[in-house]
């Protein structure tokens, strides 16, 4: 298969490819710190905004590695799109390959800061994959790019059930079979989504990085 880009293209000039607006199926990956409220009410606000820094640097760097683009980060909350250029499958996969890299990660910062923290940090991540809206949005020196749909929305719900299911991941059906991850032998449930006649079913892993570390297909 062709690459879709030069290899020596950066980042930033791959975004500048992107049409200013197109439907295509991509994968969608929110993450968010838990308990981060906890932490920040007794520190400092110079340690807060240090300690996200250092948290957005490990998250964004192990998606971009992974081959996904980190397009927005809100309070403890990231957002990450995959596949925008690449296979659908490839960008499935490279999703749940971020996804053990970035509980890995976290892992990583708590053996940094150490006793400094009152409480480990952790991550819950949400993935699905499905069509989405992509394109450069926003105004002024906020334009970047991004993606809007119904696929982004499950996604971002997927990341909530992580609280309720105590777990570090949670995937739709759909993501495990575009990515070819055989997810059987983990807790299956099916969520009613709005809009979708028929339940969305799901998966639960407690550990992403054992989950994930699978040897891609050939």
């Not at 879709?4 to 439907?23: C, D, F, K, R, Y």
């Not at 807060?48 to 996904?68: C, H, K, M, Q």
């Not at 070819?180 to 339940?199: C, I, K, M, Q, W």
Request: glycine share 10%.
């Amino acid at each position: 298969m062709a690459p879709l880009l030069p290899v020596n293209m950066s980042a930033a000039a791959a975004l500048q490819t992107v049409p200013e607006g197109h439907e295509q199926e991509i994968t969608v990956l929110f993450a968010d710190l838990r308990r981060f409220t906890r932490i920040a009410e007794r520190r400092l606000p110079y340690d807060v905004v240090f300690l996200l820094n250092r948290y957005f640097d490990s998250v964004g760097s192990t998606i971009e590695r992974a081959g996904g683009t980190a397009n927005q980060f809100t309070g403890d909350g990231v957002m990450a799109l995959f596949g925008v250029h690449q296979a659908p499958a490839d960008g499935a996969r490279a999703a749940l390959t971020a996804a053990g890299g970035m509980v890995t990660a976290i892992a990583e910062l708590n053996r940094t800061f150490g006793e400094e923290l009152p409480v480990p940090l952790r991550i819950g991540i949400g993935i699905h994959t499905g069509p989405a809206v992509v394109g450069r949005m926003g105004y002024a020196d906020g334009v970047n790019l991004t993606a809007v749909g119904d696929t982004v929305h499950v996604a971002k719900r997927l990341e909530e059930l992580t609280k309720e299911y105590d777990c570090q991941l949670v995937v739709s059906e759909a993501l495990a079979d575009r990515a070819g991850f055989d997810a059987s032998s983990y807790p299956r449930h099916e969520l009613v989504v709005r809009n979708r006649t028929e339940p969305l079913a799901i998966r639960v892993i407690h550990d992403a990085p054992a989950a994930t570390a699978v040897e891609r297909p050939g």
